[in-house]
Structures are given as structure tokens and as C-alpha cells.
């Protein structure tokens, strides 16, 4: 299996703009969460969802933020408009069915 | 609130001797604990877990202890090897016993092996 995929890898925009991040997790998986790592706050979860259903969204930091999981097989997290202080490292997980969460790549986002 | 604290923000150890990393945790509801290690540019990777029914598990080099009277865990790798070099980060869940649910993470320790 390809494990959880992530795209980009790197984004560098300019405060204002809209940005996308993207998942696709891992075939067969039930669960998708995302977390952003800083140094300040490191690992902290922002949502998750269970069969493409949001189920806690406590984590979401303003409501710039915002995530969709139309199928099973993709997720989008963006940020409108971006800031400074979204500066991170994105991460998204995916697990089946209350079994080990596996993680993607990350995302590497610099807002300028 | 830091529901989960990893006190040390780094450790250094020789090749061959063992590492100990610890973490702290203040919920009492947290009944299950994993340990995921990290490698730069990379995400965290699952390496162990336990759940709070028992007080040790064993994996090959690693075993994490749980001391919930104490609200604490370690996790003990022996020997340590340079390739262990990473980042190691402790986590907790509160649902029933598996990851489903939200995992809180510590802030991270980072171990580095000397040849």
C-alpha cells in the first residue's frame, strides 16, 4: 500500500490567499484526522472524521479553517484567508475501524 | 492545559546502552497510551502502545510501562542503536481502549544515539 498521501509537500503563499491541503488516505481506512505540529503548541489534532462524517471539529482553530471529506478516499483542509501564524507542518492520518493511526508526510506551510 | 507532558525535550545516549523516555499524563480517562517516532521531513510513525489494563508490553528492543497510580509512562529501548535517533512522542486516547478516537500528544523528546 502507498500509505496516506499528502499534497503538496511544501506551500509558500502570501498572507490572504486560499490555501488547499490534500489526503488521500490509506484504501480501506474508516477514520481520517488532521493535525498541525508548531513549536509552540506541537502535535495537536484539529478534526477527524468517521466515515466521512466530521465528528469532532473542537481542534479547528478559527474558522478560516475549514475541512471536507466528500468520499473516502479524499480529504481537504483549507485555510481562507491564510496567516502568518498558519505557518506549520500539516499532517493527516487515517486509521480502520479504531486500529493504529497511520500518518502521512506532512504538509510544510509558510504564509509570508 | 497539557494533558500530556514530555518533560524532556532532549536525550543523548551511547550505542549499546539503554534509553528511557517518559511522559506524564493529568487525565485520569486516558486508557490507552502509544508511542510514535518521527524522522525529519517525515510523519510520525506507530511504534508501540499499551492499554491500561496492563502495566508492560514488550516489542523486540522496545517496552513501554504504565504506572497509573502515578499518571506515568516510559518507554525503554535496549540496546539503543544510532538509527533510533528521532524524535519520539508520547500519546493518549480516551476511547474505550483503541485509537479511534482523538490521540494527545506530548510535546516530543528528542533522542539522539552516539556511535
Known amino acids: 500500500d502507498a500509505g496516506v498521501i499528502q499534497s503538496p509537500r511544501h506551500e509558500v503563499t502570501e498572507m490572504g490567499q486560499e490555501v488547499t491541503l490534500r489526503c488521500k488516505p490509506i484504501?480501506?481506512?474508516?477514520?481520517l484526522f488532521w493535525y498541525r505540529q508548531t513549536m509552540m503548541r506541537g502535535l495537536e489534532l484539529l478534526i477527524y472524521?468517521?466515515?466521512?462524517?466530521?465528528?469532532?471539529d473542537s481542534g479547528m482553530p478559527e474558522d478560516r479553517f475549514s475541512a471536507k471529506m466528500p468520499n473516502a478516499s479524499f480529504s481537504t483542509l483549507k485555510i481562507q484567508p491564510s496567516e502568518p501564524r498558519d505557518s506549520a507542518v500539516y499532517f493527516c492520518?487515517?486509521?480502520?475501524?479504531?486500529?493504529?493511526?497511520?500518518f502521512g508526510p506532512g504538509t510544510r506551510l509558510l504564509v509570508l | 492545559d497539557q494533558q500530556v507532558k514530555q518533560n524532556s525535550p532532549s536525550l543523548s545516549v551511547q550505542e549499546g546502552r539503554i534509553s528511557i523516555l517518559n511522559c506524564d499524563y493529568t487525565?485520569?480517562?486516558?486508557?490507552?497510551f502509544l508511542w510514535y517516532k518521527k524522522y525529519p521531513a517525515e510523519g510520525p510513525t506507530f511504534l508501540i502502545s499499551?492499554?491500561?489494563?496492563?502495566d508492560k508490553n514488550e516489542d523486540g528492543r522496545f517496552t513501554v510501562f504504565l504506572n497509573k497510580s502515578a499518571k506515568h509512562l516510559s518507554l525503554h529501548i535496549v540496546p539503543s542503536q544510532p538509527g533510533d535517533s528521532a524524535v519520539y512522542f508520547c500519546a493518549a486516547s480516551t476511547a474505550g481502549g483503541t485509537s479511534y478516537g482523538k490521540l494527545t500528544f506530548g510535546q516530543g523528546t528528542i533522542l539522539t544515539v552516539h556511535p
Open positions: 487525565n485520569s480517562m486516558f486508557d490507552y
Open positions: 484504501s480501506g481506512h474508516n477514520s
Open positions: 472524521f468517521n466515515n466521512n462524517v466530521p465528528i469532532d
Open positions: 499499551i492499554s491500561s489494563i496492563k
Open positions: 492520518a487515517s486509521s480502520s475501524y479504531g486500529e493504529t493511526q497511520y
